[in-house]
C-alpha cells in the first residue's frame, strides 16, 4: 500500500472515531440551531415528504422559545436548502427514538470523511509534495470548528463538503477544458451544491464563471469547435437545473419567493426583534464582529458561547497574517496557476464576508466564521501555500525547515488541537 | 526458546504490571466536578454587612478545593474573603466551625472567569455538611464582586442563604477532589454515557475512546516512519520537538491565578 493511500485511510478513521467521540460527548442540543436542523430532518424521515414552510407548524424556533405563541409562519429551517436534511433523514431511518440525533450526527461525519478524500484530490492540483498535500488536506478537514461541524446535525456540513468539491472543479476548470462527461459531473456538482446553503452562492457563480471562459478559451483556441462547446455548456446547463433547479421552482409555486427568506426572516424577527440596526461601517468599526469570525472560524462551541483563550485565536491570527506576508512579499515566485488560486481564494473570501456583514446589517447580528465556510479551502491554500514560499528555513546554511518538517509538524499540532478542545472545553463543560 | 530470553520476557511482564498497578492506583488526579451545566445567573454583591452562604455535601473522600466564577459589577478594587467550616453538632445546637479561609483582590478577578481555590493542606472528608461563606467585610455599598448564584435551586444537598434571606438558587461551585486514574476515567464515562443511544454502556464508551487512542497515535507513528524513511535533518527534527513542547507548555500555562485557602 503506498503513503497516499495509507494517509486517506488513516484519516479517515480518525474523523471517524474522532467524530463519533465529539458526537457522542456533546449533548443533543448544545450547539447552534441544532434542534432546528434535526426537526426538518425528522420530519421528513416520519412523513416521507418535504415539509411546507408555514403549514407544518410543530417544528422549529417558536415551539421552543415562546410557549403558547402561534405565528402565522414558523422560522423553521423547512425554508432551507433540503440537502442535508434529506442526507441526515436517510440515516435517522435506520433507528427510532432517541438513537435518532445520533444517526444524524452519524450522517455528518459521513459527510466528514467524505470532505477528506475530496480535499486530498483537490490537493493534487494545488501542491506537488505529499507532505504539503497531507497538510493542506489535515488543516481543511479536522481544524476544531470544521470537526466539530462534521459532530453535529447542521446544513454546514454538507455545505463543506460541496465547498471542497466547487473548489476543485474551480482548479480543474482553470488548467483545462472539460469533455461531455466532466462536464455533465460539473452540472450534478453545482446543481447539488445549490441545494446545501445560499451562502454557497459566491462560490457557485465563481465555478460558473471560470467555466464560461474556459470554454470560450478552448473554442478560441480552437480545441473544441462552437458546436462541442454549446453543447457541453448546454448539457453542464441542464443537469444542474433538473438537480438543483426543482426545490427553487417549488419555492416559486408555493411561496411566490424563490428562496423564502422574506417568510422566514418576517416570522424570525417575531421571535426576535430586531431594533439595533447598524450599517456596515458601524459593524466594522463598533462592534467585535471582525475578531467574533475569525475566532469561530476555529474554533467556538456549544451555542457560540464557549470560546478557547483569545492567545490561541491570537496565535492563529499571528501564523495567518505571516503566510498572507510571505505570499504577497514572494509574489513573483509563484506560476500564473498558484497566482490565479491565490486571486480566487482573496476574492471569495472579500465576496462571503460582504454577504455576512450585509446578513449582520440587514437580518440578525450574527458574526459566525461558518458563514464563510465556502471560502475555507481557499483560506487553508492561503496558509499553506504562504508558509511553503519561505521552505526550506535556512539559516547560515543551515536547514531549519523543510517542507516534510513543516507538514508534519502541522499535522501533530492540529491532532492535538483536537485533543485540546475535547478535554479543555467540551468535556468539562458538560459533565 | 533460551532461559535468558524467558528471563528477560518475564522482568518486562512483571515490569508492565507492576507500572500499570502503580499507574492505576498509586498515581492521584485532581477530579472536578461539574455539578452546574446551565443556569440564568443572579448577582448579590458582597459588602461590609452582607455576605453569603452556601451549603455543600462532598461526596468523595479528599478535598482538594474548588472552582467558582464571579460577577464583577464595577472596578473598585477591595479585599474578599472565602470561608470554608464544618457544621458541627454541640450541646448548645448546631455551629459552623471555621476550617480554611481564602483571600483575594477584585482586581484580580475578570467576569465569567473560572478561578481554582486550593485547600491548604487537602482536607479529608467523611459526608459531613460544610459551609462556604463570601463575604467583603471592608466594602461598602459600591462592592463590586458577586458570587454568581444560579436562579433556581439546582444543587439539592445544600440550601443557600444571604444576610437577610433565603436565595431560590445556588452559588455556582466545583468541587475539586482527589481521586486515582480509575476513579477519574469511571466518573466521566459513567457521566458521558448516562441517557446516550448506543453509547450507555461505559464499558462499550471505553471501547470507543480507546480505538480513538489508537489512532490518534496511529496518525503520528505514521507520520514518524515516513519521515524516518526519507532523509531529513536531525536539527530540524530538534528544532520540531522543541517548537512542540514550547507550544503545549504555553498552551498548559494557567493565565488566571490561583488562589489558596490556608487552614485556620
Redesign the interface.
Same mark, same amino acid.
Given at each position: 500500500m503506498n503513503?497516499e493511500r495509507?494517509?486517506l485511510i488513516?484519516?479517515s478513521?480518525?474523523i471517524f472515531?474522532?467524530g463519533?467521540?465529539w458526537a457522542?460527548?456533546v449533548p443533543y442540543n448544545e450547539a447552534p440551531d441544532e434542534y432546528t436542523h434535526f426537526d426538518v430532518a425528522n420530519f421528513m424521515e416520519q412523513n416521507r415528504r418535504l415539509p411546507v414552510f408555514g403549514q407544518d407548524e410543530n417544528m422549529g424556533v417558536s415551539k421552543f422559545e415562546i410557549p403558547g405563541v402561534t405565528l402565522k409562519y414558523n422560522a423553521s429551517y423547512s425554508a432551507m436548502p433540503p440537502l442535508a436534511y434529506l442526507w441526515q433523514a436517510t440515516f435517522i431511518s435506520l433507528?427510532k427514538?432517541?438513537?435518532a440525533?445520533?444517526l444524524a450526527r452519524f450522517a455528518d461525519i459521513i459527510l466528514g470523511i467524505a470532505s477528506s478524500w475530496v480535499a486530498f484530490k483537490l490537493s493534487k492540483s494545488l501542491f506537488k509534495s505529499f507532505s504539503l498535500r497531507a497538510a493542506f488536506t489535515v488543516v481543511g478537514v479536522i481544524t476544531p470548528q470544521v470537526l466539530f461541524s462534521f459532530s453535529y446535525v447542521n446544513s454546514d456540513a454538507i455545505l463543506l463538503l460541496f465547498s471542497f468539491v466547487l473548489w476543485y472543479w474551480l482548479v480543474r476548470l482553470w488548467t483545462k477544458t472539460v469533455n461531455i462527461y466532466e462536464a455533465l459531473g460539473l452540472g450534478l456538482s453545482l446543481g447539488l451544491a445549490t441545494l446545501t446553503r445560499y451562502n454557497v452562492a459566491p462560490l457557485v457563480i465563481l465555478v460558473v464563471v471560470a467555466f464560461l471562459i474556459t470554454i470560450l478559451k478552448s473554442f478560441v483556441k480552437r480545441q473544441i469547435s462552437l458546436k462541442k462547446g454549446l453543447f457541453i455548456i448546454l448539457a453542464t446547463f441542464f443537469t444542474s437545473v433538473i438537480t438543483g433547479g426543482w426545490w427553487y421552482l417549488r419555492n416559486l409555486v408555493l411561496y411566490h419567493d424563490l428562496s423564502v427568506t422574506q417568510q422566514f426572516w418576517q416570522t424570525y424577527h417575531q421571535i426576535y426583534p430586531f431594533n439595533d440596526h447598524l450599517n456596515s461601517w458601524q459593524i466594522l468599526t463598533r462592534t467585535d464582529w471582525l475578531w467574533r469570525n475569525w475566532q469561530s472560524i476555529w474554533g467556538v462551541f456549544g451555542w457560540n458561547s464557549i470560546l478557547m483563550?483569545d492567545?490561541?485565536y491570537k496565535?492563529l491570527l499571528g501564523f495567518g497574517a505571516l503566510a498572507i506576508i510571505f505570499l504577497l512579499v514572494l509574489w513573483v515566485n509563484l506560476n500564473y496557476q498558484e497566482k490565479t488560486v491565490v486571486f480566487f481564494s482573496g476574492l471569495l473570501l472579500l465576496s462571503l464576508v460582504i454577504l455576512s456583514l450585509w446578513q449582520s446589517q440587514t437580518y440578525a447580528f450574527q458574526p459566525q466564521g461558518r458563514y464563510l465556510f465556502p471560502a475555507w479551502p481557499g483560506l487553508v491554500y492561503l496558509l499553506v501555500k504562504g508558509w511553503q514560499q519561505v521552505l526550506p528555513l535556512k539559516i547560515n546554511h543551515?536547514? #531549519?525547515?523543510?517542507k516534510?518538517?513543516f507538514s508534519?509538524?502541522l499535522? *501533530?499540532?492540529w #491532532?492535538?488541537f483536537d485533543?485540546?478542545v475535547l478535554i479543555n472545553f467540551l *468535556?468539562?463543560?458538560?459533565? | 526458546m533460551k532461559q535468558k530470553n524467558i528471563l528477560k520476557i518475564m522482568a518486562g511482564l512483571i515490569l508492565f504490571f507492576l507500572g500499570g498497578f502503580l499507574f492505576l492506583k498509586v498515581v492521584k488526579v485532581p477530579l472536578t466536578e461539574n455539578l452546574f451545566i446551565h443556569y440564568g445567573i443572579n448577582a448579590y454583591p458582597l459588602y461590609q454587612d452582607f455576605e453569603i452562604k452556601q451549603g455543600f455535601v462532598p461526596n468523595r473522600s479528599k478535598l482538594l478545593g474548588f472552582r467558582f466564577a464571579f460577577k464583577k459589577t464595577n472596578t473598585n478594587e477591595h479585599p474578599v474573603k472565602i470561608e470554608l467550616s464544618r457544621e458541627t453538632e454541640t450541646q448548645s445546637g448546631r455551629i459552623n466551625l471555621p476550617l480554611y479561609l481564602a483571600t483575594f483582590s477584585t482586581k484580580d478577578i475578570e467576569t465569567g472567569e473560572n478561578y481554582n481555590f486550593w485547600l491548604s493542606p487537602p482536607l479529608s472528608t467523611n459526608k459531613e455538611k460544610f459551609w462556604l461563606r463570601f463575604f467583603a467585610p471592608v466594602s461598602t455599598e459600591s462592592a463590586s464582586l458577586s458570587p454568581i448564584v444560579s436562579r433556581v435551586n439546582n444543587y439539592l444537598e445544600g440550601e443557600t442563604y444571604s444576610s437577610v434571606r433565603v436565595l431560590d438558587g445556588d452559588v455556582i461551585f466545583q468541587p475539586i477532589y482527589e481521586t486515582d486514574v480509575p476513579h477519574f476515567i469511571s466518573y466521566y464515562l459513567n457521566k458521558i454515557a448516562f441517557g446516550k443511544p448506543f453509547f450507555n454502556n461505559k464499558f462499550f464508551l471505553l471501547g470507543l475512546f480507546a480505538g480513538w487512542l489508537v489512532i490518534f497515535l496511529g496518525v503520528q507513528l505514521f507520520l514518524m516512519l515516513t519521515l524516518l524513511k526519507s532523509t531529513f535533518n536531525l536539527k530540524a527534527a530538534f528544532l520540531l520537538i522543541f517548537t512542540l513542547i514550547l507550544l503545549g507548555v504555553i498552551l498548559g500555562y494557567q493565565s488566571q491565578p490561583q488562589f489558596i485557602f490556608t487552614k485556620l
Open positions: 503513503s495509507l494517509f488513516l484519516l478513521i480518525y472515531l474522532t463519533l467521540v457522542v460527548v433507528g427514538g432517541n438513537k440525533y445520533l483563550p492567545l490561541i496565535i543551515l536547514k #531549519l525547515l523543510n516534510k518538517i508534519f509538524g499535522i *501533530i499540532i #491532532l492535538y485533543l485540546y *468535556i468539562p463543560t458538560y459533565y | -
